[in-house]
């Protein structure tokens, strides 16, 4: 009985010696198991055998093979970093030690990517039409392009009447308050859609009850006196056929402009407006601020305030997204709009070209010099196809465009490039693609962002690199400057 016991114990010690030692040595340990969105999350891990041996990012819930990210461990011991998502729940590591699933030799403890619960700090409840106020903001979101937005109170998120990005986890934005009496907040989002993390607390617009008083006539006409308008009440349609003009017989202080986008109830992105003479004179444009229309439509009245002085003359309104711009039977299918202004004894005076804006300061947030190249980022643009991003070595010159295609998917990584360089980059936003069969060429919006940066210098020359990728139908396999790497590890991806 006894020599039969010692055989079956000896049997089944030799059957656990031949077993891999990492499956009684691999391991994975998390530095921390509570994460907000954008957050690093570290493990470690041990024991590995494997050359191919790997790490992989999961969801809790999810199958081995569907995984968010991984890296190849090719040693023992170290460590492996990710950025937590911005989608909330729980998440693991998984450790396979071959270079596929079939061994999974060890998995983490769970981390919760937990969501964001900003702090809004208001100085009052109740305001007065249009006044100038600061709301401050904590424990926000990190994302480079989190943002904060004015609401009417119950509005779709879509519906925001102005917004600005977040200047970091804490900070402040002041705005001007509309003028429509009613109950308004502010909403923080996590990233550069819709993605809402915090409400403040409600607050009143109310009516001032203080008697304004008339304002004493100028010398030669009403002071704002409105010289145009072809708005009406009735249904209207987008993209006017004719141009919107209006003829004054002597000069004039124009004092402000204003520009109708219904847009089937969404409004349009506040863009620019100017004034054009007969004879090519060109009058702005300038920059408009939206606000909320009929029916709390977002953005459907566009005004500028230039106060300039205009010669007499025939003036055409240029609106800068005629696709939206209202019109319609009654306003002899010109685009609706309001033109206000003083009569003036004097000459006016031509406009004096505007001076050419230095490009903004270089952040993190928008730009990056790595050593893969530099990385940029910036605000999408509603409707845009896609980008065009122009590179220059001269800051008055816009360049070439630095890929043969429009950009769709960001960051974007410029890596031809030469190492310590100062590079200047602007970027448009593609509004209508090219069809040379049919003679349509692209079509490109006024530039949304402009960058410099000095690349790095670690960077390797673009004239002295010669790197190259041969993929082969039907082959898992692809070459990478000669070498033979899988497609996508593990899975036979063709």
Same mark, same amino acid.
């Given at each position: 009985?006894?020599?039969?016991?010692?055989?079956?114990?000896?049997?089944?010690?030799?059957?656990?010696?031949?077993?891999?030692?990492?499956?009684?040595?691999?391991?994975?340990?998390?530095?921390?198991?509570?994460?907000?969105?954008?957050?690093?999350?570290?493990?470690?891990?041990?024991?590995?055998?494997?050359?191919?041996?790997?790490?992989?990012?999961?969801?809790?819930?999810?199958? #081995? *093979?569907?995984?968010?990210?991984?890296?190849?461990?090719?040693?023992?011991?170290?460590?492996?970093?990710?950025?937590?998502?911005?989608?909330?729940?729980? %998440?693991?590591?998984?450790?396979? $030690? #071959?270079?596929? %699933?079939?061994?999974?030799?060890?998995?983490?403890?769970?981390?919760?990517?937990?969501?964001?619960?900003?702090?809004?700090?208001?100085?009052?409840?109740?305001?007065?039409?249009?006044?100038?106020?600061?709301?401050?903001?904590?424990?926000?979101?990190?994302? =480079?392009?989190?943002?904060?937005?004015?609401?009417?109170?119950?509005?779709?998120?879509?519906?925001?009447?102005?917004?600005?990005?977040?200047?970091?986890?804490? +900070?402040?934005?002041?705005l001007d308050l509309?003028? &429509?009496?009613?109950?308004? &907040?502010?909403?923080?989002?996590?990233?550069? +859609?819709?993605?809402?993390?915090? /409400?403040?607390?409600?607050?009143?617009?109310? &009516?001032?009850? /203080?008697?304004?008083?008339?304002?004493?006539?100028?010398? /030669? =006409?009403?002071?704002?006196?409105?010289?145009?308008?072809?708005?009406?009440?009735?249904?209207?349609?987008?993209?006017?056929?004719?141009?919107?003009?209006?003829?004054?017989?002597?000069?004039?202080?124009?004092?402000?402009i204003e520009t %109708?986008?219904?847009?089937?109830?969404?409004?349009?992105?506040?863009?620019?407006?100017?004034?054009?003479?007969?004879?090519?004179?060109?009058?702005?444009?300038?920059?408009? /601020?939206?606000?909320?229309?009929?029916?709390?439509?977002?953005?459907?009245?566009?005004?500028?305030?230039?106060?300039?002085?205009?010669?007499?003359?025939?003036?055409?309104?240029? #609106?800068?997204?005629?696709?939206?711009?209202?019109?319609?039977?009654?306003?002899?299918?010109?685009?609706?709009?309001?033109?206000?202004?003083?009569?003036?004894?004097?000459?006016?005076?031509?406009?004096?070209?505007?001076?050419?804006?230095?490009?903004?300061?270089?952040? +993190?947030?928008?730009?990056?010099?790595? $050593?893969?190249?530099?990385?940029?980022?910036?605000?999408k643009v509603s409707?845009?196809?896609? %980008?065009?991003?122009?590179?220059?070595?001269?800051?008055?010159?816009?360049?070439?465009?630095?890929?043969?295609?429009?950009?769709?998917?960001?960051?974007?990584?410029?890596?031809?490039?030469?190492?310590?360089?100062?590079?200047?980059?602007?970027?448009?936003?593609?509004? *209508?693609?090219?069809?040379?069969?049919?003679?349509?060429?692209?079509?490109?919006?006024?530039?949304?962002?402009?960058?410099?940066?000095?690349?790095?210098?670690?960077?390797?020359?673009?004239?002295?690199?010669?790197?190259?990728?041969?993929?082969?139908?039907?082959?898992?396999?692809?070459?990478?400057?000669?070498?033979? &790497?899988?497609? $996508?590890?593990? *899975?036979?991806?063709?």
């Open positions: 009985m006894n020599r039969k016991f010692i055989g079956i114990l000896l049997s089944m010690l030799l059957v656990f010696s031949l077993l891999p030692l990492s499956v009684f040595a691999a391991s994975l340990n998390l530095q921390t198991t509570s994460v907000l969105p954008g957050e690093n999350i570290t493990v470690t891990f041990s024991g590995t055998t494997h050359t191919n041996a790997w790490v992989g990012f999961y969801k809790t819930d999810a199958d #081995d *093979r569907n995984l968010i990210s991984y890296a190849y461990v090719r040693n023992t011991n170290g460590s492996y970093t990710v950025k937590a998502p911005y989608q909330t729940g729980s %998440y693991q590591f998984r450790l396979f $030690d #071959d270079g596929g %699933y079939n061994q999974r030799v060890a998995v983490s403890a769970s981390v919760s990517v937990v969501p964001f619960n900003p702090v809004f700090r208001l100085p009052k409840t109740s305001f007065a039409p249009e006044e100038t106020m600061t709301v401050e903001y904590s424990d926000a979101p990190s994302h =480079s392009h989190a943002w904060i937005g004015l609401y009417k109170a119950g509005a779709d998120d879509r519906g925001f009447i102005k917004y600005e990005y977040l200047k970091g986890t804490s +900070g402040s934005y002041t509309p003028r &429509e009496a009613g109950s308004y &907040e502010f909403r923080i989002f996590q990233d550069n +859609g819709y993605t809402r993390v915090g /409400t403040s607390q409600a607050f009143s617009i109310t &009516e001032n009850t /203080t008697p304004t008083p008339e304002p004493a006539p100028s010398s /030669t =006409s009403d002071e704002n006196n409105l010289i145009f308008d072809n708005n009406n009440i009735a249904g209207v349609l987008n993209r006017p056929t004719n141009p919107t003009q209006f003829t004054i017989q002597q000069p004039h202080q124009i004092t402000k %109708y986008h219904w847009n089937n109830q969404r409004g349009a992105p506040a863009g620019s407006i100017g004034l054009q003479h007969a004879d090519g004179t060109m009058y702005g444009p300038w920059t408009a /601020t939206a606000r909320t229309g009929y029916l709390d439509t977002p953005n459907a009245y566009w005004f500028v305030e230039p106060n300039v002085t205009i010669k007499a003359g025939t003036y055409t309104v240029i #609106d800068s997204d005629p696709d939206s711009w209202s019109h319609n039977s009654q306003s002899n299918n010109e685009g609706f709009a309001r033109v206000w202004g003083n009569a003036t004894g004097a000459p006016a005076p031509a406009p004096q070209p505007e001076p050419t804006p230095a490009p903004p300061a270089t952040t +993190g947030q928008a730009i990056e010099a790595t $050593d893969a190249g530099n990385r940029m980022e910036w605000p409707g845009a196809l896609g %980008y065009r991003i122009f590179r220059s070595t001269d800051p008055n010159q816009l360049g070439e465009s630095v890929t043969d295609f429009f950009i769709e998917e960001l960051p974007f990584i410029d890596v031809n490039i030469q190492p310590n360089t100062d590079y200047h980059y602007t970027v448009k936003p593609v509004l *209508r693609e090219a069809n040379p069969l049919q003679n349509i060429e692209e079509e490109l919006g006024e530039a949304i962002a402009t960058y410099t940066v000095r690349s790095s210098s670690n960077i390797i020359s673009s004239t002295a690199q010669r790197s190259f990728i041969v993929l082969t139908i039907d082959k898992p396999h692809m070459i990478v400057n000669g070498v033979a &790497e899988e497609i $996508d590890p593990g *899975r036979g991806t063709v």
